[in-house]
């Protein structure tokens, strides 16, 4: 079942290049940055241009297994800090587990929200003399301050393909002195030509149109659909496969988007989808929101959701649209008493969408499933 046609469904957001566009919000950022293909790409580059291999680096418990894939590959040790149930960092718990061969530190904003927090994992790093990793994975648009998300650490990236309309994609940004944004790092860049995996994915995202489809000044075809209409896709059960499949430069098709894609709209879309979600179930008492409020500069990623009974929610919206409990946790930290609030959230939050095809109306029709 297809979520339920509005007559008064918003337009895709595409624009001629000479409005503004992700393109030039990224541009707009103010660090030197580089296209990967994805945030896993761009978390091995990081590592790379910090000179981790060989050391030890912080990160938080709260991840899927994918993440630990670049460690691995490049003799990282990852050490995992807890996370507390509103998703702030234990910074206490991130210094006790630190030692002389420890380099650096990941912080991550979750679902597009900041860092509660962040400062205090920068003051971390600067007593310790550790380089901050800012990994902004949920949400290519999120600010703090008017500060994107993703440039607020020594090297840090966002993952595009989470929150756009594209099949791939990811900027590593660099912004601190500790790092060479000149170095050469392997798997940067942008693929000179299309190929038969752009045109796949805009047959499949055309073909799958229930709704809005908007003019798009591509090379490839005439329309493209709102590519997270397309249900987002967890991470399999093979990180490590995943992991070597991303080993290519970004696609030409990624790149020729980020110049037409409506960044203001793309944010009010999501917003108003997420907004949604909260005035149906935030006074349920089945579920527990993890977040209560919006902030300003949030374009968030999902509605993220923690329910008595997970299992349930996700079939009441099976058919309809993707939600599914999230993360699967990394070996290490899955089963570990150590990480039993992590272990215990993982089996019980829940992801609803909250894309902007998506109109408040839809949103309605999705919660009287729930309820």
Not at 61 to 84: C, I, K, N, T
Not at 269 to 295: G, I, K, M, Q, T
Request: glycine fraction near 6%.
């Amino acid at each position: 079942m297809s979520i339920p046609s509005s007559p008064r469904r918003r337009p895709w957001p595409l624009l001629p290049s000479s409005r503004r566009t992700v393109r030039s919000v990224v541009d707009g950022a103010g660090v030197p940055y580089r296209f990967c293909s994805s945030s896993k790409i761009a978390l091995r580059n990081a590592l790379v241009a910090l000179g981790c291999p060989g050391t030890n680096v912080l990160l938080p418990s709260y991840l899927p297994p994918g993440v630990v894939e670049p460690f691995h590959e490049l003799d990282v040790e990852p050490r995992f800090y807890r996370v507390a149930d509103d998703l702030s960092a234990d910074v206490a718990d991130a210094e006790a587990r630190l030692d002389d061969e420890t380099s650096a530190i990941v912080v991550v904003h979750y679902f597009g929200f900041p860092q509660p927090r962040l400062d205090e994992i920068r003051a971390l790093a600067d007593r310790h003399d550790l380089a901050v990793i800012d990994n902004n994975s949920h949400s290519t648009l999120s600010r703090r301050d008017g500060r994107l998300l993703g440039t607020f650490g020594d090297v840090g990236f966002t993952s595009l393909h989470k929150t756009l309309p594209v099949p791939d994609g990811a900027v590593l940004y660099f912004n601190g002195p500790c790092v060479d944004p000149t170095e050469r790092l392997p798997l940067t860049g942008v693929r000179d030509r299309y190929t038969c995996d752009d045109y796949r994915y805009c047959a499949g995202a055309a073909a799958s149109s229930a709704g809005s489809v908007g003019e798009a000044a591509l090379e490839l075809l005439d329309c493209l659909r709102n590519g997270d209409n397309k249900p987002y896709v967890p991470p399999s059960d093979d990180p490590l496969g995943e992991y070597q499949r991303s080993k290519v430069r970004m696609s030409k098709l990624s790149s020729t988007a980020l110049t037409r894609i409506d960044p203001v709209a793309v944010t009010v879309n999501r917003r108003a989808a997420f907004a949604r979600w909260h005035h149906h179930l935030s006074d349920d008492d089945r579920f527990a929101p993890v977040f209560e409020h919006l902030p300003p500069g949030v374009c968030p990623w999902f509605y993220p959701v923690v329910a008595d009974d997970p299992a349930s929610l996700v079939e009441s919206l099976a058919g309809a649209v993707s939600a599914f409990a999230w993360p699967t946790l990394p070996s290490g930290v899955r089963g570990d008493p150590d990480y039993r609030a992590e272990n215990e959230r993982s089996r019980r939050l829940v992801l609803l969408p909250a894309h902007q095809d998506m109109t408040p109306r839809d949103v309605d029709h999705l919660a009287a499933r729930v309820r």
